[in-house]
């Protein structure tokens, strides 16, 4: 099993940035993949960006291309979303996930969420 811990969010008006951590523990050595998705209510989860857990690549949903980065501190367990430009259309709840495939940017291939944190981005 893992276990995925987030941090952060909150409110933020339009054009600010947040920073989201998640940390990991438990057999963290079967992640291939972590990532971030969103929900509002009554949609369905959407894919944010993921990170190649033991490699370099990232890969990152065109609504949010140029404006979010996702690293990762493997020495720490950890992920993080860096969120600038924000609109209010990012508000959210944001999941962090981690999963055994790469690249995987569906929410059926991931096998671990965190609980979730709320992100709002007033206008």
């Known amino acids: 099993q893992v276990q995925l811990v987030e941090s952060g969010g909150g409110l933020v008006q339009a054009g600010g940035s947040l920073r989201l951590s998640c940390a990991a523990s438990?057999?963290?050595?079967?992640?291939?993949?972590m990532a971030w998705f969103r929900q509002v209510p009554g949609q369905e989860r959407e894919f944010v960006a993921a990170?190649?857990?033991?490699?370099?690549?990232?890969y990152y949903a065109d609504s949010v291309k140029g404006r979010f980065t996702i690293s990762r501190d493997n020495a720490k367990n950890t992920v993080t979303l860096h969120m600038n430009s924000l609109k209010p259309e990012d508000t959210a709840v944001y999941y962090c996930?981690?999963?055994?495939?790469?690249?995987?940017?569906?929410?059926?291939?991931?096998?671990?969420w965190g609980q979730g944190t709320q992100v709002t981005v007033s206008s």
């Open positions: 438990g057999r963290t050595f079967s992640i291939a993949t």
């Open positions: 990170s190649s857990w033991r490699y370099g690549p990232t």
């Open positions: 996930a981690a999963g055994s495939n790469w690249p995987a940017t569906a929410a059926s291939e991931y096998d671990y």
